[in-house]
């Protein structure tokens, strides 16, 4: 490893790790249109997707410097007709595949070719255990093909791992949700409560649901578990606005998670692009290694530097690190602060003032979700662009 | 004794997956979404687990390899643990 001994001053040099876990978001195009996508909203102004040969060289690179598991993601990653050579790639590398998909696209040709390239394991995302829900929330006719998907996977050898997204609108819904993953034979389900970035940020104060229902949700998933024990394992990501300590998002940026956009810009977080004041490097003209160890957007968030009070003088800032960078910006206008789910902060009002309002909401009964709800699409992300006059580009 | 029957044969559980890793100078065991970096003796313990050998086997042989004796119930404490973790499964 002395050729790849880092300089002195450098990064690598500072005792960081190497990036453990890639992301390849290598398209933004997809089928679904889901509400509480977290992409960002104008990815209808990405540039074009990096070609196979950028793919793979990233791979190689990412792989020199340690990173071994790997996510294949989107946008529908499916609608990349090079991803079985990049899986490919990926396995002879020693990668752990993860592919994480809508099961649009995912054909028995498709499926045989992938497990021959050597994808490990198959994430389906369903949006709910009914077809009316699922297929509203997605803005498809796509319930039944998943469960299509979901056969194929199981038949084909893999572990079947199910990822639901919760908000109002299903999470009244997770006792048929685990009844529904029950029968398809999951071994993992995925009850992840929406995360507010990108899409599921603009759609937020219709999304988020009362508190009432989560505790009932958490409440279901806790009969279920005593009652399936170890065949099946239940992840309920917690919806962060309800707590008064923030999540240890990335362990920190630039710990140990690289993430790429289909353009060939890094990220040290899915979301990171709406940071304000971070310069993103991109692969078309920057090594991994330099990006992840010397480029300043992976140093920005390293260490406790940036940090102010009440995060500087907390206890707690080796756990959580702050929380999440992106929610400080989205919530407080300014990425150093605390993250505001943290009822340290002196900005905690704004999360629980949004839990009021869904708490009211839920309670009226809310206006029509059809009025209320923005869909991913490309006509949608060209419309919410600045200086778009309204009623250009969507419709 | 109790624990794990000697003559069974432990391995790797369906999908998951042990190997090396020079960046991390360890052992790590990869499953969907998740890794766990593995000590030196949990290491040396799961990389024998192939389907093949069976426990009694593996025994004796890290026994041989690091000189030492009396190392069976250790292992088999690690292996039944490693079972309830779901990283091993039993074959006959």
């Known amino acids: 490893m002395n050729a790849s001994a880092p300089s002195a001053g450098s990064a690598a040099a500072r005792g960081v790790g190497p990036p453990l876990w890639l992301l390849l978001e290598l398209t933004y195009r997809c089928p679904l249109h889901c509400v509480f996508c977290y992409n960002p909203t104008d990815f209808a102004t990405t540039a074009a997707e990096l070609p196979t040969a950028e793919w793979l060289r990233v791979l190689r690179e990412a792989r020199a410097l340690g990173a071994v598991q790997l996510g294949l993601s989107g946008g529908e990653p499916l609608a990349r007709e090079d ?19 809508s099961g649009v696209g995912l054909s028995e040709a498709r499926i045989t070719a992938l497990k021959s390239a050597g994808v490990d394991h198959i994430q389906l995302s369903f949006q709910d255990s009914t077809r009316e829900m699922n297929d509203f929330l997605s803005s498809t006719r796509t319930f039944d093909l998943k469960a299509k998907v979901a056969e194929l996977i199981r038949a084909h050898g893999y572990p079947m791992v199910l990822n639901v997204v919760l908000h109002r609108y299903n999470i009244d819904h997770v006792a048929e949700i685990l009844a529904m993953a029950e029968r398809m034979g999951a071994q993992y389900v995925e009850l992840a409560n929406t995360q507010y970035y990108g899409w599921a940020w603009l759609n937020r104060d219709a999304l988020l649901p009362s508190r009432a229902q989560l505790r009932r949700a958490e409440e279901v998933t806790r009969a279920f578990r005593e009652r399936v024990g170890e065949r099946m394992k239940i992840y309920f990501v917690v919806p962060d606005y309800f707590e008064t300590r923030p999540k240890p998002c990335m362990s920190g940026l630039g710990s140990v998670f690289l993430a ?12 990171a692009r709406m940071l304000p004041g971070l310069s993103l490097p991109n692969v078309r003209a920057m090594s991994v290694r330099e990006i992840w160890y010397d480029s300043q957007a992976f140093n920005r968030f390293r260490g406790q530097g940036w940090m102010k009070e009440p995060c500087v003088s907390c206890p707690e800032r080796d756990k959580d690190f702050g929380g999440c960078r992106c929610q400080a910006y989205l919530l407080t ?10 009822d340290l902060s002196p900005h905690h009002h704004l999360v629980t003032a949004a839990v009021a309002r869904a708490e009211a909401a839920v309670h009226s009964g809310g206006p029509a979700r059809e009025h209320v709800l923005r869909f991913r699409d490309h006509r949608t992300s060209i419309a919410l662009l600045p200086g778009v006059p309204p009623g250009h580009g969507s419709g | 004794m109790s624990g794990v029957d000697g003559r069974l044969k432990p391995a790797i559980a369906h999908g998951m997956r042990l190997q090396w890793e020079e960046a991390q100078a360890a052992h790590v065991l990869l499953y969907p979404e998740g890794m766990v970096k593995l000590n030196g003796t949990a290491g040396a313990i799961l990389s024998r687990c192939d389907g093949v050998r069976c426990l009694d086997e593996i025994v004796a042989e890290l026994e041989r390899t690091y000189g030492a004796s009396g190392l069976a119930a250790d292992v088999n404490a690690f292996v039944t643990y490693a079972l309830e973790k779901q990283w091993l499964e039993l074959r006959p």
């Not at chain 1, 079985?84 to 998909?101: C, D, K, P, Q, V």
């Not at chain 1, 206008?333 to 943290?342: E, H, L, Q, R, W």
Request: charged share 20%; proline share 7%; net charge negative.
């Open chain 1, 83 to 101: 991803l079985e050579e990049i899986a490919a790639e990926a396995h002879r590398l020693g990668f752990y595949i993860n592919l994480i998909t």
């Open chain 1, 333 to 342: 206008g300014d990425a150093d602060n605390a993250d505001p789910v943290c």
């Open chain 1, 260 to 271: 790429l956009t289909p353009d060939g810009t890094a990220l040290p977080c899915h979301a």
